[in-house]
């Protein structure tokens, strides 16, 4: 059978060699310098009637749909249709998130199609991706969520603000953790409380406290430990409850939440499932 390929074996010693730069998951790093070193030439044919077609007059063939998730990202920067991008339009990804299971395949489709652009003058840098970060799994009892095995749980049955803050209490952002019922009733306690307590305000200013808090929870976001994120402000809050707050320190706080939980302070929460 006739297929077409793409020649990424003659980009394979580069691809090797800025794994020595870029900032992926040293999982990550490891598995394509694998996967590299036992590389062959890209079959990007497929046989099947859905897909985007080969650009060659007759060709019945689609193409892997990995072709496409190589450059979406780069597109995304422009609506002109006459030209697949200009340098004034072109950023580069600060940080990818994606599955640890594109560590091979799309994450190094990805890196190859975009060294073709650098070097034929399309985008300015080598590398797609300044920082790329795997998200954890989200299980329920232990396992991994299934229609099949019934164990699904639907967002729709939860306030976003609680069901947001609650992921991140789970654990940090790139291991994941395991649904509790009862925990996310925990966390619209918390949610509870400190609205009502920025609600009911005073004279007493803990500006510098709020100083501190952000700073930590910067720190915290800054390593993607978004569970730390919680946890400090359920402690500043335990810290600070039974101070009447002014008015301007309550408005801080109330903005520091809205970063996480969008909606406190402006509507009423969900009723409880």
Not at 13 to 37: A, C, F, G, M
Not at 170 to 175: A, L, R, S
Not at 198 to 218: F, K, M, N, Q
């Amino acid at each position: 059978m006739n297929q077409w390929f793409f020649k990424i074996t003659d980009y394979k010693e580069r691809l090797i060699k800025n794994l020595d730069h870029i900032d992926y998951p040293s999982s990550t790093i490891k598995q394509q310098r694998v996967w590299l070193e036992k590389l062959t030439d890209w079959c990007v044919s497929r046989q099947r009637s859905w897909g985007c077609p080969i650009p060659v007059e007759g060709e019945t063939d689609t193409l892997d749909t990995f072709v496409d998730s190589s450059f979406y990202y780069i597109r995304y920067c422009t609506d002109n249709p006459n030209e697949f991008i200009s340098k004034h339009e072109y950023k580069q990804v600060d940080t990818y998130i994606g599955g640890s299971e594109h560590a091979c395949m799309h994450l190094i489709y990805a890196r190859f199609v975009h060294m073709v652009l650098f070097d034929a003058g399309i985008v300015p840098v080598e590398e797609p991706f300044k920082k790329v970060v795997h998200q954890g799994m989200i299980t329920k009892d232990g396992a991994k969520m299934s229609k099949s095995k019934g164990n699904v749980v639907n967002p729709d049955d939860f306030d976003p603000d609680e069901l947001r803050m609650y992921l991140m209490f789970m654990g940090p952002y790139t291991e994941g953790g395991d649904w509790s019922d009862s925990h996310i009733k925990g966390i619209r306690r918390f949610i509870a409380r400190m609205n009502s307590w920025v609600s009911t305000t005073g004279d007493v200013s803990i500006a510098p406290h709020i100083d501190v808090l952000e700073a930590t929870i910067t720190n915290h976001m800054d390593k993607w430990k978004v569970n730390k994120v919680v946890s400090s402000l359920m402690e500043f809050y335990n810290a600070h409850k039974n101070t009447a707050i002014t008015p301007a320190d309550a408005q801080r706080i109330t903005q520091i939440m809205q970063a996480f939980a969008p909606s406190f302070g402006v509507r009423k929460p969900y009723p409880s499932p």
